[in-house]
Every structure is written in C-alpha cells, then in structure tokens.
C-alpha cells in the first residue's frame, strides 16, 4: 500500500495570494514529481526530484517552485495565485522504473 | 503535440464482457508501457505495465497487448466488474524516466 499523503486536499482561494501545497511521502522514494491535470486532459509533469536538492521543471511550463529538503517531503508554492492556476495538482514518487504512487491530489481554485 | 494518444473519451461495456481499451504512439523511442486507473477525486494508481521487447503481459483479468509496427497497445479486461468503472490512462516513459500520460479513457461498466 502506498503512503504518499498531499495537503490540501481543496483550496480556494483569492488572486495573489501565496501558496503552497504540501506532499509527503514515507516510502523512502528518492524520485518524487508534480503533475497538473485538468479534467479530460492528459496529467502533465511540472516538477520533478530525483533526490535531496535535486531539483528540475517538467515539459509543462509552470510558474510554481517546488523544493526537496528531505527525501520525505516535495513542496510545491505558488507567489502569486491566478485564475489560470486553477487545477488539479498531483504529487507522485517512485522506487521502481516507470511505477508511480500518486497522491490523491489537491484540486486548487483560484478566483 | 500528443506523444501518447487515447482517442476514445469513454466506452461503455456490459457487465461480464471484455473491455478493451486503446492506445497509440508516435515516439519510437518509448520503452516502457503504463497503464494507470483512476477513480474519481483520487490519484491515479498504477494497473499494469509492458516491456517493448514484449508484445503481452498478464495479470489476472487484465491483459496488455503492444504492436510496436503499429505503435498501439490495448489494454483488455475480462470480465469487466462494476468495481472496473473509472478513468483508465495509458503512459509511456523512455529511459529519462519521464513519464508521458494520455487524456484517458472513461470506463462505464453497466449492469
């Protein structure tokens, strides 16, 4: 059973507010990533980490930072929320070749 | 571009009879299959996968059959249950370990 937790699990909030969600994982996965997904589109990678301070953008072009502090855990922050932010945001890790454990997402709305 | 595509949004399968769902490529390169289910307001998790030096992998009622000539894989369910009902994405990762996701395939399983 796979132990990756994400929070919140909803947000809504304002324009221009910072945020960050929270993903956490305690598997002992070096390799830990970001997914944006909107409803019926494919899940596209913004961030990835293949280790403490490992660090890189996915194909998706993403006005979010992310860092790895400790193997456990890969925040995700946004400055300055917008609109066009408004998404489901899925946090993953992986041991093996290809299989990831996602967490069961954080669904952000910013008005 | 669409690197990994899922051309059907939903399909609909009677209870008892064989689901089959479809995928296709255009990277080459791809060598390893994924395919991943999703419920709603969960993550995804990882169904089953398939190596490109293979052409079938099974496991229990799923079955994934890839055609490298014709860049399609299909994943077939049988019997389909009521619990099979989900979103159903196809991926496909080259030796980057970037995983690339389909838009998915809504599965309806009627009773």
């Known amino acids: 059973e796979a132990d990756i937790y994400q ?7 304002g324009t221009g507010k910072k945020i960050t ?3 956490s994982q305690t598997m002992g996965h070096d390799k830990m990533y970001w997914y944006q ?12 980490s293949y280790g403490v301070n490992s660090t890189e953008k996915g194909d998706l072009s993403s006005e979010s930072t992310v860092s790895r502090i400790r193997t456990e855990h890969f925040p995700l922050t946004l400055e300055s929320a917008r609109p066009s932010h408004t998404s489901q945001y899925l946090c993953a890790s992986s041991l093996a070749f290809g299989e990831l454990f996602f967490g069961e997402g954080s669904r952000l709305t910013v008005l | 571009d669409q690197q990994v595509k899922q051309n059907s949004p939903s399909l609909s399968v009677q209870e ?3 689901s089959i769902l479809n995928c296709d490529y255009t990277n080459s390169m791809f060598d390893y299959f994924l395919w ?3 419920y709603p307001a969960e993550g995804p ?5 398939i190596s490109s030096i293979k052409d079938k992998n099974e ?6 059959f890839l055609n490298k000539s014709a860049k399609h894989l299909s994943l077939h369910i049988v019997p389909s249950q009521p619990g099979d009902s989900a ?6 990762t080259l030796s980057d370990d970037k995983i690339i996701f389909g838009k998915g395939t809504r599965l309806h399983i009627l009773p």
């Open chain 1, 7 to 13: 929070t919140p699990r909803y947000l809504v909030i």
């Open chain 1, 21 to 23: 969600l929270e993903c």
């Open chain 1, 37 to 48: 997904q909107d409803p019926g589109m494919e899940l596209h990678l913004i961030h990835y």
């Open chain 2, 16 to 18: 008892g009879r064989i």
């Open chain 2, 36 to 38: 991943y289910k999703k």
């Open chain 2, 45 to 49: 998790t990882f169904l089953i996968s």
């Open chain 2, 59 to 64: 496991d229990g009622r799923f079955t994934v």
């Open chain 2, 87 to 92: 979103v159903y994405f196809c991926a496909a």
